[in-house]
């Protein structure tokens, strides 16, 4: 069964450090989702992308971060200049076409000294 | 903004009895989906069930059911004949329509314990 894979499953950095979390996606997948959890809070929406351009974004979602799709395959996260309080789990989903379910990646646990 | 509405923090239930998560939420659409997600301590969002708002029937999904009321804005999960494999973090989704993105807002969650 496709799934959607994240890598690296955690990641540390030190403060002022950029960081690339990497997702592929399943392969026929349309759309594309980041999402954050801060350890013991609710999932939060990031950013979608579609047609190799952001959709849509969230507060959160601020000049730090960008997203791409480099090669058609995989979808990165960049955050240029690490906080503190960037520390979380960061979820990658794919997802076919609107109200399809969203597939999610195992995350990855982004621990920022 | 729609937001969900968890408001039972912790839950627990004995090993073969059914228990009931509850979720509100708020939209003006009249045409959305709602998810239940569920995260072990692995912390993998899986999907449990969804719910198409323009269908009157509530979905079920083996041992998971839900209970939709939808002028209630009100969409809860029942887990029968609870298995240990059942303790997790249960999450409450609302899929966003908006344009070109269909982002998910997701509850605080409640946590499940199962008592053997």
């Known amino acids: 069964e496709p799934e ?9 950095t030190q ?5 690339i979390l990497r997702c592929v996606p399943i392969s026929n997948h349309l759309y594309f989702y980041w999402y954050r959890q801060i350890l013991g809070q609710k999932v939060e929406f990031l950013v979608s992308f579609y047609n190799n351009e952001i959709s849509e974004k969230s507060e959160i979602f601020d000049d730090q971060f960008s997203v791409e799709r480099p090669d058609g ?12 309080e ?4 960061y979820f990658c989903a794919s997802q076919y076409g609107n109200y399809n379910e969203q597939f999610f ?4 646990r982004l621990t920022v000294l | 903004a729609q937001t969900v509405t968890q408001s039972q923090p912790e839950m627990s239930v004995q090993e ?4 009931t998560l509850s979720c509100t939420y708020d939209t003006s659409e009249s045409d959305y989906y709602l998810f239940w997600y569920k995260q072990p301590p692995s912390r993998q969002m899986i999907l449990v069930i969804r719910q198409e708002a323009y269908k009157q029937q509530n979905a079920t999904e ?3 059911s839900v209970n939709f009321q939808k002028a209630a804005k009100s969409f809860s999960l029942k887990i029968s004949d609870s298995q240990l494999g059942d303790a997790a973090m249960y999450f409450c989704a609302y899929e966003d329509s908006g344009a070109g993105s269909y982002q998910l807002t997701f509850g605080k969650g409640t946590k499940l314990s199962v008592i053997p």
Do not use: C, Y
Not at chain 1, 86 to 89: C, H, L, Q, T, V
Not at chain 1, 105 to 108: S, V
């Open chain 1, 4 to 12: 959607v894979t994240q890598t690296p499953s955690h990641q540390v």
């Open chain 1, 15 to 19: 403060m002022g450090q950029e960081v």
């Open chain 1, 73 to 84: 395959s995989n979808f990165t996260l960049k955050i240029r200049s690490t906080k503190l």
């Open chain 1, 86 to 89: 960037d520390s979380a789990m």
């Open chain 1, 105 to 108: 990646g195992p995350g990855t």
């Open chain 2, 16 to 19: 073969a009895e059914t228990v």
């Open chain 2, 62 to 64: 083996n041992r998971f």
